[in-house]
């Protein structure tokens, strides 16, 4: 078992950054692949990145290529998300999960364990 802590969310101009991250306790987190999703009131989650178990590989989402940045650190348990050049578009609950099965999803499904999720508001 794993749980997973989101932080970094706050209050932004629209074109400035933000750096969310996900630390994890429980098992070893390099067994787990990675990833982040985001959701707005009255609409489902929407996958944003992700990240394999320690290669390195990264997937994410077309609206935000180019803007944002996954990474993580297995040796201190924490996957990061830098968000640059923000835009109002981009607010919601930002959530990180673990999978413990499939490689680099992009569905909720797949993905064992969530965190509670942090704000990120975007103000024109």
């Known amino acids: 078992q794993v749980q997973l802590v989101e932080s970094g969310g706050g209050l932004v101009q629209a074109g400035g950054s933000l750096r969310l991250s996900c630390t994890a306790s429980?098992?070893?987190?390099?067994?787990?692949?990675m990833g982040w999703f985001r959701q707005a009131p009255g609409k489902d989650g929407d996958f944003v990145a992700t990240?394999?178990?320690?290669?390195?590989?990264?997937y994410y989402v077309d609206s935000v290529k180019g803007r944002f940045t996954i990474s993580r650190d297995n040796a201190k348990n924490t996957m990061y998300l830098q968000m640059n050049s923000l835009k109002p578009e981009d607010t919601a609950v930002y959530y990180c999960?673990?999978?413990?099965?499939?490689?680099?999803?992009?569905?909720?499904?797949?993905?064992?364990?969530w965190g509670q999720g942090t704000q990120v508001t975007v103000s024109s």
């Open positions: 999960a673990a999978s413990r099965r499939v490689l680099m999803s992009t569905t909720r499904a797949d993905y064992d364990y």
């Open positions: 429980g098992r070893t987190f390099v067994i787990y692949h």
């Open positions: 990240i394999s178990q320690s290669s390195g590989n990264t």
